[in-house]
């Protein structure tokens, strides 16, 4: 009968030792079960950080190219505003009618009626009116020319003025530009 309780003892010592090795391999077993759960969701995170920063790129890149073209398709509309008013611009000074633009011509060549050794060059558009208004300023009047169709280039001496209003347009283009984007943009 000791036998009997000698293996009984034995055979309960194993089971509470069994029971304990089960017990840490549980433990054990859902430690790394949490840490593979943990990595798996740090991996997953990552895996997610990196994917939000792909698309905000993406649409941070999409949101960019967006305004760009907008800006782009502004200033080329505004561009079409500008040519259309300096087209009208133009126009206007080619249709000045005869008295306005003596009047304009006069105050050009008072300017230099105090000048000695003055010339002027006249285009056909109120050629006699505008001579004898030279003339009179002593003025000395080249032969009328077929370069330009508005203005006058005045020499003196060496030193040539050129008033030829579509040239001065087309070298003043840039002011122009800006002044006409400022009155309607700004």
Do not use: W
């Not at 905000?56 to 509309?77: D, G, P």
């Not at 008013?85 to 000074?93: A, F, L, T």
């Not at 122009?176 to 943009?185: A, G, M, T, V």
Request: glycine share 2%; hydrophobic share 35%.
């Amino acid at each position: 009968m000791e036998e009997e309780i000698i293996i009984k003892q034995i055979i309960e010592s194993a089971n509470e030792e069994a029971k304990q090795i089960v017990n840490e391999t549980i433990a054990q077993a859902k430690k790394i079960e949490e840490k593979n759960y943990n990595y798996e969701a740090e991996k997953a995170k990552e895996e997610y950080e990196i994917q939000k920063n792909r698309v905000m790129k993406q649409v941070s890149s999409e949101i960019e190219k967006a305004e760009f073209e907008a800006r782009s398709s502004e200033l080329i509309e505004r561009k079409k505003y500008i040519e259309i008013i300096k087209e009208k611009v133009k126009q206007k000074i080619l249709d000045l009618d005869s008295e306005e633009y003596i009047k304009i011509i006069t105050e050009i060549i008072e300017k230099y009626k105090k000048e000695k050794n003055v010339e002027i060059l006249l285009p056909n558009k109120c050629y006699e009116k505008i001579k004898e208004i030279a003339v009179n300023n002593g003025i000395k009047v080249l032969e009328s020319t077929d370069e330009f169709y508005s203005g006058v280039i005045i020499k003196c001496g060496d030193i040539e003025y050129n008033y030829n209003f579509e040239e001065n347009m087309e070298y003043l283009n840039e002011t122009i530009e800006k002044n006409i984007d400022s009155i309607l943009f700004n």
